[in-house]
């Protein structure tokens, strides 16, 4: 009877330290956000296999000729469901958030501005060239955090591979060298239903780096 008296308390109190998010990120980059305890982290070789990330060899042939690269990636999903034939499905049914830190090289670094950022994830601005229907939902939210400035930003989206909805959030270094992003959302229809849960998300975006 004491034994089964012990493992309820305990049980009651591990249920008790229980959290309905994980934290996502990387110290060595300095960003973090959440996402539900229910969604899904892709491990680096999924990362890879998706081509969302790039071998090291990559990074460091694309910083000696000088050009950019992503520093890190990471995504979060509501369910498997988000890969299809060996791709991210960013325009399905199930949610999603992805995040990046980008290494700029010199010529990206003198012609990077706050509209820029915009593009970190999604070709917004090819896009709207090429004709497609982009439309940017509310008004941008500018961010000053220490040296760190950004934007946040929504849009809606008519493309090829289907509608698509999604909230970005990004931060720039003052030497403009280095940014910090993410991205939630899914089809247009999954957006809207669960815009609540992605606003946590973003709303949850952390960098601590200094920014100078």
Not at 64 to 80: D, E, F, L, Q, W
Request: with cysteine; proline share 4%; charged share 10%.
């Amino acid at each position: 009877m004491a034994a089964a008296a012990l493992s309820a308390i305990l049980a009651w109190l591990l249920a008790g330290c229980s959290t309905s998010v994980d934290y996502v990120g990387t110290a060595s980059q300095g960003v973090f956000f959440k996402v539900p305890n229910t969604w899904d982290v892709f491990d680096g070789a999924t990362l890879k296999r998706l081509g969302l990330a790039v071998a090291a060899t990559a990074n460091a042939q694309a910083a000696a000729s000088g050009t950019s690269y992503p520093v890190y990636v990471t995504m979060a999903v509501a369910g498997r469901g988000v890969i299809v034939k060996g791709s991210p499905n960013f325009f399905g049914p199930q949610p999603w958030a992805l995040a990046n830190v980008v290494s700029f090289g010199a010529s990206d670094q003198v012609g990077m501005s706050l509209v820029g950022l915009n593009d970190l994830l999604f070709p917004i601005d090819q896009w709207q060239q090429d004709g497609l229907s982009v439309r940017q939902i509310g008004n941008t939210m500018l961010i000053v955090r220490g040296a760190l400035r950004g934007s946040r930003v929504t849009f809606e989206a008519q493309t090829p591979s289907g509608t698509l909805g999604f909230e970005q959030v990004a931060l720039i270094n003052s030497p403009t060298n280095k940014a910090w992003d993410l991205a939630v959302g899914c089809s247009l229809a999954c957006f809207q239903a669960h815009r609540r849960v992605l606003d946590g998300i973003v709303k949850s975006f952390t960098v601590t780096a200094r920014g100078t």
